[in-house]
């Protein structure tokens, strides 16, 4: 094709295919960072192989009903500020510009002799600012997406000659492929969008937090890096009460307060569920850190308004600082995690620091975890029991069977740094399972040997345990397995359990009690148990918390609090035990107040299965007190006809 419109050149077929093949492999490799150099090179070549003398790609916005130049060829000399042709709105537009709103089949003009709106006599600059000016010829073809126009390739040249068949091919073709290009492009973004941004809330994704985090971290990222972990503290209460719609809108106003509230140059990230992680721009001294998460704090805990009710939630943080180069983002992420849990422990709504002790205590948490479900599966845990006394005769009245793990990888292990940790970790019904399974089997293996034994045996529940669903049925499983009746068995729950979820506490226990199998509140006095939960409740009795036991003969404040114990259970008609005795003083003040069942280390240490076996062949333990002290009358009235306690 020559500058006069003629098509002289031959195999103007096969010149088209190269020339698209050609555009192909420039457009193909592109990605959002390229695409605009991409494109600037086919215009290149379009002019170039075609004959033309500007070619020109736009887009159109139509969410602002305008149509944005993407690129152009030759480019301008002189642009001006702003730059008119840059984004031209629809409405009022040249009416060629207009028109490639909603084109959808190309757009041909030869020789158009309308007045040239901008009276610019370059033919570029003409053709680019109103696609209409005297002695110039357009050819422009639409780039569609389905049925959307999304923009326009257009081609300019100086003369009045028809525009060939394979020209508005070629144009077509290449419209096509970079409708195709853009298209892949857009999902390319998307995923990366999903990668690197919450879907819910919009804040940095999990990804997008480590890859900052292992920038800033780098050797010469300067320092230190302060890392805020926040955990909104009951989340929980607030979706089962409102819902998850009202739930996320709130995890979604929450996102845009942590925005709000933050300067340039941090990054705000969602971890997922109700955990956000805020990463503090540039060098931040512990004190700037603590003064942000305070500041945080309150800003996240001010009231919410959703759907009509005004709902809050505190929230606990914790703050760690890393130096670049001693510390990767993993273990960063992790001590603030830890100092978070440290605030949520101590109440919730506050601010834990990252410490070196919380550092070893993670540690051995992590080996902790990595080998407690294999320990329980391969049997490696043990039970010790500790007998309950009748503190008048010494009569065993009833063990409460007690995990022990003296052979993990960091050697004795008090029952209560692991099962937190199975409680964290999901591990809490096998753990649960596997202690009432190998307590009821004991208890079996000293019936048969003790025919005429009757004790009753007490196994810790986990709050876990309690809100599952077939929790009776592993219990009466586990009954029937053994051999035992309900009356047999008793779970010991804490009271905070209680408290905190009455209704689906209440419902397992009404299922629970069906079985025959006897309930207590252990720790009581420690979780504020209302006389309305007692009511509510099939609870059979009472575990006086160890604390208020310990210091009794000394502590008047104590024995008031055990006094009202007491007579709390005999009016619900419960029974009522003592935990920690462990001076004969204790005894005394027990006994006076009507308290005769008691378990303590001046009764009985945990002993294994062994010794406890001698124990219940004797029938009784040796009273280490006066005989005159074996009194007690105020036994609690009978709630239920039932026996066992």
Same mark, same amino acid.
């Given at each position: 094709m020559n500058r006069d419109g003629g098509d002289t050149m031959p195999g103007s077929k096969r010149?088209?295919?190269?020339?698209?093949?050609?555009?192909? !492999?420039?457009?193909?490799?592109?990605? !959002?960072?390229?695409?605009?150099?991409?494109?600037?090179?086919?215009?290149?070549?379009?002019? /170039?192989?075609?004959?033309? *003398?500007?070619?020109?790609?736009?887009?159109?916005?139509? *969410?602002?009903?305008?149509?944005?130049?993407?690129?152009?060829?030759?480019?301008?000399?002189?642009?001006? &500020?702003?730059?008119?042709?840059?984004?031209?709105?629809?409405?009022?537009? *040249?009416?060629?510009?207009?028109?490639t709103e909603d084109m959808k089949d190309p757009l041909l003009i030869v020789g158009c002799e309308t007045n040239c709106s901008c009276a610019d006599t370059d033919v570029e600059g003409c053709a680019t600012r109103t696609l209409s000016a005297s002695g110039v010829s357009l050819a422009a073809v639409p780039i569609l997406d389905g049925r959307i126009t999304i923009g326009t390739l257009g081609l300019v040249k100086r003369a009045t000659q028809p525009w060939s068949e394979d020209e508005v091919d070629t144009l077509t073709m290449i419209a096509v492929l970079l409708a195709q290009v853009q298209a892949r492009i857009r999902a390319e973004e998307d995923l990366r969008r999903a990668a690197y941004q919450d879907a819910l809330t919009g804040l940095a994704s999990r990804r997008a937090l480590f890859e900052t985090l292992d920038e800033r971290l780098g050797v010469d990222g300067g320092g230190p890096v302060a890392v805020l972990f926040l955990d909104l503290d009951r989340l929980k209460a607030l979706n089962d009460f409102l819902g998850h719609d009202a739930a996320d809108s709130y995890l979604c106003r929450i996102a845009e307060r942590l925005s709000e509230r933050s300067k340039p140059g941090d990054l705000v990230a969602r971890l997922g569920g109700d955990e956000f992680v805020v990463v503090l721009a540039g060098s931040s001294?512990?004190?700037?850190?603590?003064?942000?998460?305070?500041?945080?704090?309150?800003?996240?805990?001010?009231?919410?308004?959703?759907?009509?009710?005004?709902?809050?939630?505190?929230? !606990?943080?914790?703050?760690?600082?890393?130096?670049?180069?001693?510390?990767?983002?993993?273990?960063?992420?992790?001590?603030?995690?830890?100092?978070?849990?440290?605030?949520?422990?101590?109440?919730?709504?506050?601010?834990?620091?990252?410490? /070196? &002790?919380?550092?070893?205590?993670?540690?051995?948490?992590?080996?902790? /975890?990595?080998?407690?479900?294999?320990?329980?599966? *391969? &049997?490696?845990?043990?039970?010790?029991?500790?007998?309950?006394?009748?503190?008048?005769?010494?009569?065993?009245?009833?063990?409460?069977?007690?995990?022990?793990?003296?052979?993990?990888?960091?050697?004795?292990?008090?029952?209560?740094?692991?099962?937190?940790?199975? /409680?964290?970790?999901?591990?809490?019904?096998?753990?649960?399972?596997?202690?009432?399974?190998?307590?009821?089997?004991?208890?079996?293996?000293?019936?048969?040997?003790?025919?005429?034994?009757?004790?009753?045996?007490?196994?810790?529940?986990?709050?876990v345990q309690l809100v599952s669903m077939d929790f009776d049925t592993t219990v009466r499983s586990v009954l029937r397995q053994f051999g035992l009746a309900g009356s047999e068995l008793c779970l010991e729950i804490t009271e905070s359990v209680v408290v905190g979820d009455l209704q689906r506490t209440r419902d397992t226990l009404r299922r629970i009690e069906r079985l025959g199998v006897w309930v207590a509140i252990d720790d009581f006095g420690t979780g504020y148990s209302s006389l309305g939960h007692l009511k509510a409740l099939p609870v059979d009795a009472l575990k006086i918390d160890q604390g208020f036991v310990r210091n009794l003969e000394y502590s008047e404040e104590d024995r008031v609090i055990v006094d009202s114990i007491v007579g709390l259970a005999s009016s619900f008609g419960l029974q009522v035990v003592a935990e920690g005795v462990e001076s004969v003083g204790a005894v005394r003040q027990l006994l006076d107040l009507g308290c005769s069942r008691a378990q303590g280390f001046l009764l009985s240490r945990p002993v294994s299965a062994d010794r406890l076996r001698w124990m219940l062949h004797a029938g009784n333990v040796r009273l280490p007190w006066h005989p005159d002290l074996r009194t007690g009358t105020n036994a609690p009235k009978a709630r239920r006809p039932r026996t066992g306690f």
């Amino acid at each position: 094709m020559n500058r006069d419109g003629g098509d002289t050149m031959p195999g103007s077929k096969r010149i088209t295919e190269s020339l698209v093949t050609r555009i192909a !492999s420039r457009l193909m490799p592109a990605d !959002s960072a390229s695409y605009r150099a991409a494109v600037g090179l086919v215009l290149r070549d379009l002019v /170039e192989l075609l004959g033309a *003398d500007a070619c020109f790609l736009r887009h159109n916005d139509h *969410d602002i009903g305008a149509t944005i130049l993407v690129a152009e060829w030759p480019p301008r000399r002189h642009v001006p &500020d702003p730059d008119p042709l840059g984004v031209v709105c629809f409405r009022g537009a *040249d009416p060629v510009l207009a028109a490639t709103e909603d084109m959808k089949d190309p757009l041909l003009i030869v020789g158009c002799e309308t007045n040239c709106s901008c009276a610019d006599t370059d033919v570029e600059g003409c053709a680019t600012r109103t696609l209409s000016a005297s002695g110039v010829s357009l050819a422009a073809v639409p780039i569609l997406d389905g049925r959307i126009t999304i923009g326009t390739l257009g081609l300019v040249k100086r003369a009045t000659q028809p525009w060939s068949e394979d020209e508005v091919d070629t144009l077509t073709m290449i419209a096509v492929l970079l409708a195709q290009v853009q298209a892949r492009i857009r999902a390319e973004e998307d995923l990366r969008r999903a990668a690197y941004q919450d879907a819910l809330t919009g804040l940095a994704s999990r990804r997008a937090l480590f890859e900052t985090l292992d920038e800033r971290l780098g050797v010469d990222g300067g320092g230190p890096v302060a890392v805020l972990f926040l955990d909104l503290d009951r989340l929980k209460a607030l979706n089962d009460f409102l819902g998850h719609d009202a739930a996320d809108s709130y995890l979604c106003r929450i996102a845009e307060r942590l925005s709000e509230r933050s300067k340039p140059g941090d990054l705000v990230a969602r971890l997922g569920g109700d955990e956000f992680v805020v990463v503090l721009a540039g060098s931040s001294p512990l004190e700037e850190a603590m003064a942000r998460a305070e500041a945080l704090q309150e800003t996240v805990g001010a009231s919410v308004v959703l759907g009509g009710r005004t709902v809050g939630r505190g929230v !606990s943080i914790g703050v760690a600082l890393g130096m670049p180069g001693e510390v990767d983002s993993a273990t960063l992420l992790s001590h603030a995690d830890q100092a978070m849990m440290v605030a949520k422990r101590q109440g919730g709504n506050g601010v834990g620091v990252f410490t /070196e &002790d919380m550092n070893e205590k993670g540690r051995r948490r992590t080996i902790i /975890e990595m080998n407690l479900r294999t320990s329980i599966d *391969d &049997d490696h845990l043990t039970l010790e029991y500790q007998p309950e006394i009748d503190l008048r005769t010494g009569e065993i009245l009833g063990v409460e069977a007690l995990v022990r793990w003296n052979q993990s990888p960091l050697g004795v292990l008090q029952p209560a740094e692991f099962v937190e940790v199975a /409680e964290a970790t999901n591990l809490a019904g096998e753990l649960g399972e596997w202690v009432i399974t190998r307590a009821c089997a004991q208890l079996a293996e000293w019936k048969r040997e003790i025919p005429d034994l009757r004790i009753t045996m007490s196994v810790n529940v986990s709050p876990v345990q309690l809100v599952s669903m077939d929790f009776d049925t592993t219990v009466r499983s586990v009954l029937r397995q053994f051999g035992l009746a309900g009356s047999e068995l008793c779970l010991e729950i804490t009271e905070s359990v209680v408290v905190g979820d009455l209704q689906r506490t209440r419902d397992t226990l009404r299922r629970i009690e069906r079985l025959g199998v006897w309930v207590a509140i252990d720790d009581f006095g420690t979780g504020y148990s209302s006389l309305g939960h007692l009511k509510a409740l099939p609870v059979d009795a009472l575990k006086i918390d160890q604390g208020f036991v310990r210091n009794l003969e000394y502590s008047e404040e104590d024995r008031v609090i055990v006094d009202s114990i007491v007579g709390l259970a005999s009016s619900f008609g419960l029974q009522v035990v003592a935990e920690g005795v462990e001076s004969v003083g204790a005894v005394r003040q027990l006994l006076d107040l009507g308290c005769s069942r008691a378990q303590g280390f001046l009764l009985s240490r945990p002993v294994s299965a062994d010794r406890l076996r001698w124990m219940l062949h004797a029938g009784n333990v040796r009273l280490p007190w006066h005989p005159d002290l074996r009194t007690g009358t105020n036994a609690p009235k009978a709630r239920r006809p039932r026996t066992g306690f």
